[in-house]
């Protein structure tokens, strides 16, 4: 996939409702007032438990002062287009410029039948919301009385007006490939939800749209993609979509804006922390994902150079030229003075690794605690190879396109590398799962039992943050290699770092552990 160019946006997705209200409009003028972008709120006129989402749109208009408005997504059903065309314009007019129209073809097709609305089939939902773009964009094009012939919604002569005070753009919630194909052939937006469409189904859904678009004779680009998340900010990463410290969020969105073009992101946030996720995604997430993308675009990239400073912004030491690491977090003063040096000869400074005595006979226990810290190892071991061969074959693919299309079932380069990200991705995940259990569960425990295990489990654990770091670097090569293919030897670098340090890592922890693992019944 692509990067469309598009300016990146963030903003807040709210539930109307009615109780506590109060809670509501705080945290709308809260977006506004620390830089978000956008508002989207739901709209569900069967529920009673809400607020009539136009009613409350207009009132947060007049109470903010610069973000955009919009309804997320609009139920057409309830909200014949012909009034919904005027009560959009009204908003736009009225706050400024600063409203858009998100609509659906509708759902909770019970509800709706019980408010005396239309009850439609999937199919008839689709011509309906056509028909309905059509209705809406003919009110707000200046001109004669509009004439609009449709099944489902038609214009007999009506005249168009008010117009919006901007170019309003038509934004679209879309899953199946006729509303996604709708959505390419006469959507300015779209807006998919990670709780509908998680990040590795949106490629398919991208295509569809953009083929769908270019077969209407439009650009693909032409398509904004604003993606509605869900997320749990926390210290450690739990290997999972946005659950992690920003610096995880950070990666990911801008991994989802350079390759699947997103550029807009939108948080739902709701309880009791939500001023404080609005507040960390608004100031830590947004400004790392645009310095990201921005260095990206300016064709930057990782690859070292003679000073230690690396193009793209990320220096020897693991940060950015916005004084960020490579994680995206801000780091300890020790860090920016080159804790971390991955380009050393011997970054794990094996040579001072303390270790205990150990019985001569020590070997694992079949069924303990050892035994299956080695399976465990076995596996990253099996998997670091499968990495190697990867990437090792998508370079060959640069010069043998049929290679990398056999090895990795794609059609293009391009979508090779993305490929790639995504395997290397999953391991960095799974790894930097197994070394948090060890870091919060095992290590303190095998601390308590023998306290001469002390400097072992300290060293295991600060080896934990330099493959970290080396994993936070190919994240990086990787985001960079999907924009410019010419960086692959980056990208192998930092692979053959990554197996040097990972192996001696998990045989100087097999060493050392295994024994004590299961002579002191720990159990993880």
Known sequence: MTDYGHDLRFGAFLTPTAEGHDDLIRLATLADRIGMDLIGIQDHPYQPAFLDTWTLLSHLAARTERVTLFPHVANLPLRPPAVLARSAATLDILSGGRAELGIGAGAFWDAIAALGGPRRTPGEAVDALAEAITVIRSLWTPGPAADVPGTYY????????????????????????????????????????????????????????????????????????????????????????????????????????????????????????????????????????????GAARGGTSPVRTEGGATAGGVASDGTTESGTTADGNVPAASETSGHIDLWSADPLDEATRPHTPKPPSAVARPGGTGSRLIGIHAHLRQEMRQIIDAVSQVAAGRQDAATARSMINSLTLRQNYWTLGSFCTAYSRTLTTHHTIEDQFMFPELREKQESLGPVVERLEHEHEVIAEALARLDAALVTLVQDDSHMGEVQDLTQLLERILISHLTYEEEELVEPLDRLRINV
């Open 154 to 293: 038609s214009l007999d002569g009506a005249r168009p007006g008010p117009s919006p005070a901007h170019p309003m753009g038509i934004w679209i919630g879309s899953y199946k490939k006729r509303m996604l194909e709708l959505t390419g052939r006469a959507g300015d937006g779209w807006l998919p939800s990670s709780m509908y469409a998680p990040p590795d189904e949106l490629a398919e859904m991208s295509r569809t749209i953009d083929d769908a678009a270019r077969a209407a004779g439009r650009d693909p680009a032409a398509v904004r993609r604003i993606y509605t998340v869900t997320g749990r900010f926390s210290r450690l990463a739990s290997g999972g979509f946005l659950t992690g410290p920003p610096g995880l969020w950070a990666r990911q969105l801008t991994e989802l804006a350079l390759t699947h073009g997103m550029s807009g992101f939108v948080l739902a946030v709701s309880g009791p922390d939500a001023e404080r996720e609005l507040r960390t995604f608004t100031e830590e997430v947004a400004p790392l994902v645009r310095d990201a993308v």
